[in-house]
């Protein structure tokens, strides 16, 4: 028995990784040679991790000559992020469901659009089953045109990723928009738009704000605190001295780009832009399922939104200021302000547009197109996703009742 009990740890640390390494855009696309420039351009873009970290999502592939049509326009890497993040879903569509789309027509979020980066609804993508069973993509601010079609279903795993060949790069005048360059990125203006104006406020007249600046072209990560938050913090800043007010706003700083993913995959010390020798000024990054919070020795603080994510430097608003042990006691956060709480994301009422918290697909439709037939032997093909956890569950199963005869 007591081997069992020291083997039960291990057990389900095994079950957990089948279930929670669901899929891999990077991996799945290696199969495909003839997709290896988009593969490449979504991990150096970042979109693979957050591509991964979703669990519900719809990747529109476009082969490597489509690509290239595409890299021929010369955009800026930010730019060609926002345009590949058009081809990335918050929903799942398998090539059965693009065959069974009520009304011939729906509106589906994209990535370009759940971030914040596009403007008003230019990231929805407008799907189109068309008669004969052909599907066209396009982007809602293309005045309806139909450029891009889908081909064929190269992997699916329902319920969770559907990666689908489309012929040609979704075209949108606002995802092609140029990008401002890092080092032009004015992180004050962003700031004080995006509810973050009293932070923004005293950087602005501290001797910390040239090292953002400097920091932002090799990489940094912003944690501003809300109005509210500072508000409420007021009295604590004002008894500071002024060499204390520049460590405490560098300590809201991190000197590298850290997308949610990365934060969620790193769960440890994290140094700051106030780190310096014996000063150590460094927090610790701890995850929740999709929640991430920072922890000083001091408080606790959540990350509420995102301000902007354009590599190499990305914003986060969180609901308090972060409090370094340097400079305060475990009691001072005693009195800390009640801080803004993250609000749950609401479902558009818009009819016929889709989220990431849409229901589960309905079964396919009765028609046996030649794509769909490709698609119904793929998706048995890679329902090993599904077979592997409950392999998974029945190998440890097995084991317990072993040990149990035992």
């Known amino acids: 028995m007591k081997n069992l009990l020291l083997l039960l740890p291990f057990l389900f640390l095994l079950l957990s990784s089948a279930v929670n390494g669901a899929h891999n855009i990077t991996h799945i696309l290696e199969k495909h040679p003839g997709f290896s420039t988009f593969n490449h351009y979504l991990t150096v873009t970042h979109l693979a991790d957050e591509i991964n970290r979703r669990q519900t999502i719809t ?9 290239n049509s595409l ?10 992020k ?21 009304n011939s027509t ?20 407008n799907i189109t089953n068309l008669k004969g069973g052909k599907v066209g ?21 329902p319920y969770y990723i559907s990666v689908l060949q489309i012929s040609n790069p979704i075209s949108s005048a606002d995802a092609e928009a140029p990008t401002a360059a890092p080092s032009a990125i004015d992180l004050i203006s962003i700031m004080s738009k995006q509810g973050c104006k009293s932070f923004a406020d005293l950087l602005r007249g501290s001797k910390a704000l040239p090292a953002f600046k400097e920091s932002i072209d090799g ?22 001295t002024d060499s204390q007010k520049v460590s405490l ?17 790193s769960n440890g010390l994290m140094n700051t832009l106030a780190t310096e020798g014996a000063n150590k000024y460094d927090f610790t990054v701890q995850t929740d399922g999709e929640d991430v919070s920072l922890k000083t020795k001091v408080n606790t603080v959540s990350i509420i939104g995102t301000l902007i994510d354009q590599d190499p430097f990305v914003a986060y608003k969180i609901n308090k200021v972060l409090m370094p042990r340097e400079l305060f006691k475990a009691s001072d956060a005693d009195d800390e302000a009640p801080a803004e709480s993250p609000k749950p994301s609401k479902k558009k009422g818009k009819k016929g547009v889709h989220d990431s918290a849409a229901d589960a697909p309905a079964d396919g439709p009765s028609s046996d197109s030649e794509d769909q037939k490709a698609a119904d032997e793929d998706s048995n093909n890679v329902s090993g996703l599904h077979d592997g956890v409950r392999l998974v569950s029945a190998a440890l199963f097995s084991v317990l009742i072993g040990f149990l005869v035992l």
């Open 59 to 67: 990747v529109l592939a476009i082969d490597n000559g489509a690509m």
């Open 71 to 80: 890299l021929d326009k010369h955009l800026t890497l930010p730019t060609l």
């Open 82 to 102: 926002n345009v590949l993040s058009l081809h990335v879903l918050v929903d799942y569509f398998g090539a059965k469901k693009l065959h069974q789309i009520n």
């Open 106 to 125: 729906t509106l589906v979020s994209s990535m370009f659009q759940a971030t914040g980066a596009a403007a008003g609804t230019s990231g929805y993508v």
């Open 137 to 157: 993509f396009a982007a809602e601010d293309n005045d309806g045109s139909l450029h891009s079609f889908f081909v064929k279903s190269l992997q699916e795993f």
């Open 219 to 240: 990489g940094l990560t912003v944690f501003c605190p809300t109005d509210s938050a500072v508000n409420g913090f007021a009295p604590k800043y004002k008894n500071l």
């Open 249 to 265: 706003l560098l300590y809201h700083g991190v000197p590298l780009y850290e997308s949610l993913q990365m934060l969620k995959s």
